[in-house]
C-alpha cells in the first residue's frame, strides 16, 4: 500500500522515461486493433517501439490484474513492467516468476517517489513490431486529447 496517488506516480515515471525524448500517454485505450486492453501507461521511442507500465499500489490491485481477459498481450507492445509500491517488490517478483507471466522487470517506487527498475529475466516470447506511422500518430492524438480536459479542471481549481 502507498500513499501516493496515481497522478504522482505517473509523474514520476514521466520523468524517469525522460518525457522530453519519448512521447508518453497515460490511460490508452483503442490504440490499434492489436491491443484489446487499456494501458495506464505508453511510451513510444524514438526507434518506433512501445513499452507498456501496469501501474498497481496495492497487492490486491496488482492480484485483480489477473482476473481480466487480457494479459497485455499485443503485437506493438515490446516491454511491459509493472510499477508497484518497493513494499511489494519481492512478493510480486515471486508472484511473477512462479506464475510465467510475461514480464520485463518490475519498476518500484517509494514513498518519496524514487523509482528503481529490477529486470526479470523470463523467456520473452512476445512478438512485436515498430509502430506504424499512422499508428504513432493516433497515440499523439490520444496523448493531445487529455491535455485541454486537464487545462479545464485546473481553470476550476483556481
Known amino acids: 500500500m502507498t500513499e501516493r496517488t496515481i497522478t504522482e506516480i505517473e509523474v514520476a515515471l514521466a520523468g524517469y522515461f ?6 508518453i500517454v497515460f490511460n490508452v485505450t483503442g ?4 491491443m484489446n486492453h487499456e494501458c495506464d501507461m505508453l511510451i513510444l521511442s524514438k526507434t518506433g517501439y512501445l513499452t507498456e507500465i501496469e501501474i498497481k499500489r496495492t497487492w490486491s490491485d496488482f492480484l485483480n490484474d489477473f482476473k481480466k481477459k487480457h494479459h497485455h498481450e499485443s503485437d506493438i507492445i515490446k516491454s511491459f513492467y509493472y510499477c508497484v509500491p518497493l513494499s511489494l517488490k519481492d512478493k510480486v517478483s515471486e508472484y511473477i516468476t512462479a506464475n510465467k ?3 520485463n522487470g518490475i519498476i518500484t517506487y517509494s514513498e518519496d517517489l524514487m523509482l528503481k527498475t529490477s529486470n526479470i529475466f523470463t523467456p520473452n516470447f512476445r512478438k512485436y513490431r515498430k509502430l506504424f506511422l499512422e499508428e504513432k500518430f493516433e497515440l499523439a492524438r490520444l ?3 487529455r491535455v485541454i480536459p486537464m487545462k479545464q479542471k485546473y481553470q476550476k481549481l483556481k
Open 18 to 23: 525522460d518525457w522530453t525524448r519519448n512521447l
Open 31 to 34: 490504440l490499434s486493433t492489436l
Open 101 to 103: 507471466i510475461q514480464c
Open 143 to 145: 496523448g493531445a486529447m
